[in-house]
């Protein structure tokens, strides 16, 4: 399949603290990208990380990939209330035209 | 870059209706897709457009969706006799062509079936 399942399901933090979201998939993967969708909203692109990088930086945000473990993860560092959001990770494989999206994991930052 | 713009964004119609809405993609994405989104889950892929040509349709798409992509601009999304269990958020997105392209989604049309 070539979903992304995200872990854990739900995370609460507290303003300023960092937040890891983690995502393992089953295919070999060409890139592998998060999204966010605030509520009621659609999902808006965040980072993507191609299969030959390992870390990639955009602001306040980290991603890294393990193409051996097929997994990958999303740090947010300094969370703010605003980066309350469920986040998706969607691996794509080769020559694929399309992204499949697990549950998410459902981030709360309290102020 | 105007973004995604789907229309309506809320529509609550009677089992039995028909409904259709609209997504206008950014002017320059050639690829298309619409997904569907229940509370709590993420959104699972509907059918997806390259140009005017749907070139794949999820079999979660009963005999009763059908979309269409006339000229390769618009696209409209037809749900006929509809059923409680088609309330969900309806959403669209576009791409360019190239590996990797992300996609951008419009906000969505919330489908409320009484």
């Known amino acids: 399949s070539q979903q992304g399942e995200e872990d854990p399901q739900a995370l609460s933090i507290q303003e300023g603290e960092n937040a890891t979201m983690n995502c393992s998939y089953k295919?070999?993967?060409?890139?592998l990208q998060w999204y966010r969708q605030n509520s009621g909203r659609g999902l808006v692109h965040l980072i993507l990380?191609?299969?030959?990088?390992r870390e990639k930086h955009s602001g306040r945000l980290r991603v890294t990939l393990d193409t051996s473990k097929k997994s990958s993860s999303l740090l947010i560092t300094a969370s703010r209330a605003a980066d309350t959001a469920s986040y998706f990770c969607?691996?794509?494989?080769?020559?694929?035209?399309?992204?499949?999206f697990g549950s998410g994991t459902r981030l709360l930052v309290r102020p | 870059d105007t973004g995604v713009s789907q229309n309506p964004r809320h529509k609550i119609t009677k089992r039995g209706q028909n409904v259709t809405f609209r997504c206008d993609p950014i002017s320059e994405h050639n690829r298309l897709y619409w997904y569907r989104q229940t509370l709590g889950q993420g959104p699972e892929f509907l059918t997806y457009?390259?140009?005017?040509?749907?070139?794949?349709k999820s079999r979660l798409l009963s005999d009763r969706f059908s979309a269409e992509r006339p000229k390769g601009s618009f696209s409209t999304l037809e749900i006929q006799r509809t059923e409680q269990g088609d309330s969900a958020m309806y959403l669209c997105?576009?791409?360019?062509?190239?590996?990797?392209?992300?996609?951008?989604f419009g906000n969505g049309t919330r489908l409320t079936v009484t």
């Open positions: 457009f390259q140009n005017e040509a749907q070139l794949e």
């Open positions: 295919t070999s993967i060409n890139n």
């Open positions: 969607a691996p794509r494989m080769d020559s694929s035209y399309k992204l499949i």
């Open positions: 997105a576009s791409s360019p062509t190239g590996e990797g392209s992300p996609l951008h």
């Open positions: 990380i191609r299969s030959n990088e």
